[in-house]
């Protein structure tokens, strides 16, 4: 089994519950943690950051075999901006 496999079938679970939410609750939740991690200042919003870019990270792998080449740049992009964000929150 490639680790690909391996993420998508450890994914199965949290894609059905996240299929199960109303379609808003996600997108609210990531937005709130987003502003929480802007407006907490050291750490902690570091860590809502993370969290947000976590979230992100673990969608862009599962679409990844899906996405053009701009549409990878642009995933890897936000990502990277938003680490880099985490880690001048913390330094706050």
């Given at each position: 089994m490639t680790v690909r496999e391996s993420v998508e079938r450890a994914s199965l679970k949290p894609a059905a519950y996240?299929?199960?939410?109303?379609?808003?609750?996600?997108?609210?939740?990531?937005?709130?943690?987003?502003?929480?991690?802007?407006?907490?200042?050291?750490?902690?919003?570091?860590v809502l950051l993370i969290v947000v870019a976590a979230f992100l990270a673990w969608l862009a792998v599962l679409s990844w075999p899906a996405l053009d080449t701009r549409g990878r740049a642009l995933r890897v992009l936000a990502l990277t901006v938003l680490v880099a964000l985490a880690c001048w929150q913390g330094l706050r």
């Open positions: 996240l299929h199960h939410l109303p379609r808003w609750l996600p997108a609210v939740l990531v937005a709130a943690l987003f502003v929480g991690g802007i407006a907490v200042r050291g750490w902690a919003g570091a």
